[in-house]
């Protein structure tokens, strides 16, 4: 294994255009994922003036989110196979496009169908962004480096869900629940336009050397089918299967917590998706931190520290059960510890992992299908948390126990992958 230093100097003795052009890429994909939150947190912040101006039950709510989650589920899928085909570039073009219109379409919306067939669309739209992005990524930063690279590369939807969340909340207190959604698009529009004259999906694309490992030959071009060895398989499964319950934790937090803070804590509408953000503020640290120790510590081993972290993680949503039910300054509190412990494995696994598993290349198929079964995930605690909380009264404590047997879950997947690395099965 080389050494970090090694991968400094390599990175120093890169012509200026290669160095350049990385920085543009670097900010162009980052802009671009934050930009689809904007299209994307307006329906979880104006749920509860929804449910008081259209007179949807939280079951309805639920289910206009199920569809955008299951659209989006199989949209990673889709869109795993439309970019290795079309590049990411368009396909990321084509997502930002469809989800620019869908936002303007949910502002005109008022029935629960209508609802339901934007957010599908939205869904299938959204998808075009991790895999996308994290396909680019790894044809312009090398393994060495990617630890830290997407230590700070994978803020984007940790700060997405923070700026865009807030933001939705701001409008929805002047000017309604509509413009809620206009406002999300009128950001992508800005950000759409700044993408298309920084992206490029490949140095190669430019006439620039590929970015290779130091001491290493770039990779030969490739063609034909892209083909995953068994263990490669194996990889992918087991990232994806955490991905699944840590992503079931990260949407029930994200869709319910401003709904929550609304109708049990008794905040406003606007209050709420203030609130609700310290989730998102937590878990900037924790994805650097992540990273950082990736790469310094553990040798671009991310697992171990992913471990470390989703344990963590059980910690905290034990501790959402038993004290976050006390008061509303008690949920926020838990809502920074959970955030802290979970978006550093989530980032970490599911963009420098996924880069990992196969070539630059396969990046984008390995991040589309783990996104995509970990996307299962927000699907099932869509239409499972509004049916509990209508049967149980806006009881909270079984929805929070579900959590906690999700982080659990989590922490299980993980243990396995890292018995497999220390049996020699496995190298993340």
Partial sequence: MRSPASAASTADSMPEALKYWRWRVFASTWFCYVGFYFCRKPFSIVKSTLKTDLHFTADDLGQI??????????????????????????????????????????????????????????????????????????????????????GWWATNFTMGSLVAGPFAAWVLGRWGWHWSFFAGSV?????????????????????????????????????GPIRFTR???????????????????????????????????????????YWSTAFDVAGIPGVFLCGWLSDRVFKSRRVTVSLISTLGLVAATGLLCTVGLASRDAFIG??????????????????????????????????GIISGFGSLGPIVQELVIGKMYDKASGDLAPIFAMLLGSAVAAALALGFMLFRNRTGRSDL
């Fill in 65 to 150: 989110g199920a569809a955008y989650l299951i659209a989006y589920a199989i949209g990673q899928f889709v869109a795993a196979g439309m970019g290795s085909r079309l590049g990411a570039r368009v396909n990321l073009l084509f997502g930002m496009g469809v989800a620019i219109a869908v936002g303007v379409g949910c502002g005109f919306a008022n029935s629960e169908a209508s609802f339901m067939a934007l957010m599908t669309l939205s869904g299938l739209a959204q998808a075009t962004g991790w895999s996308g992005n994290v396909g680019t990524m790894a044809n312009w930063f090398h393994r060495l480096e990617r630890g830290k690279v997407m």
């Fill in 187 to 223: 950001v992508l529009s800005v950000i759409f336009a700044f993408f298309v004259f920084n992206q490029r999906d490949r140095p190669e694309d430019l006439g620039l050397p590929a970015v290779v490992e130091p001491g290493a030959v770039a990779d030969p071009v490739e063609a």
């Fill in 231 to 273: 263990e490669a398989w194996t990889n992918i499964l087991m990232v994806g299967l955490f991905y699944f319950f840590v992503k079931f934790i990260r949407y029930a937090l994200w869709d319910w917590a401003p709904f929550f803070l609304t109708e049990n804590f008794h905040e406003t509408s606007e209050n709420a998706g």
């Fill in 334 to 367: 838990c809502l920074l510890l959970v955030g802290l412990t979970l978006y550093g494995p989530d980032a970490l696994m599911t963009g420098a992992g996924a880069m990992d598993i196969g070539s630059r290349r396969s990046a984008v198929v390995a991040a």
